[in-house]
């Protein structure tokens, strides 16, 4: 992870679950700065990482059965806004994106097929949530 200058601003997206939660750190620009799945009992110290290496200015997550207990866990680590966002189809979305990452004979036969894949998708969620929200224009480029 690199670290961020105090003038960039990034936004947190989580994928909210029971074991697990997809993480995904974005500038207003819509870089990637960082994807990755957590298991619950340590989400609140590599929230507390993320906070610490980028200049979080908003918290999105998605609006998913366990966002209650995720935004208790946050609001007691810090007071970064938090906002939720709606998760509709956003598993889905993930598996074509997983898939159109992956390239090749994989990019052509998941239409075709509809192949699961092995691993979980939370981080790419979490990305799709950040994107959405980002693109839904809630924020301007530097994050206000």
């Known amino acids: ?3 961020m200058n ?4 990034a936004l947190l997206a989580i994928d909210p679950g029971k074991d697990k939660c997809g993480l995904a750190v974005l ?5 990637l700065l960082c994807k990755k799945i957590v ?8 929230i507390n990482e993320l906070i610490n290496i980028y200049n979080i200015r908003e918290i999105i997550i998605g609006d998913g059965t366990f966002s209650r207990e995720i935004i208790q866990d946050i609001r ?14 956003t598993t ?4 074509k994106r997983y898939w159109q990452e992956k390239g090749g004979l994989w990019k052509r036969l998941f239409p075709v ?3 699961k894949p092995k691993r979980p998708l939370d981080d790419y969620v979490a990305l799709i ?12 480029i530097n994050g206000r």
């Open 1 to 3: 992870m690199i670290r």
């Open 6 to 9: 105090e003038e960039d601003k």
């Open 27 to 31: 500038n207003y620009r819509q870089t």
């Open 39 to 46: 298991g619950r009992e340590e989400l609140r110290s590599y």
């Open 76 to 89: 007691e680590l810090t007071d970064i806004a938090i906002e939720l966002v709606d998760e509709a189809f």
């Open 92 to 95: 889905m979305e993930a598996e």
């Open 113 to 115: 097929i509809n192949w």
């Open 129 to 140: 949530l950040a994107e959405r929200y980002l693109q839904e224009g809630q924020v301007d």
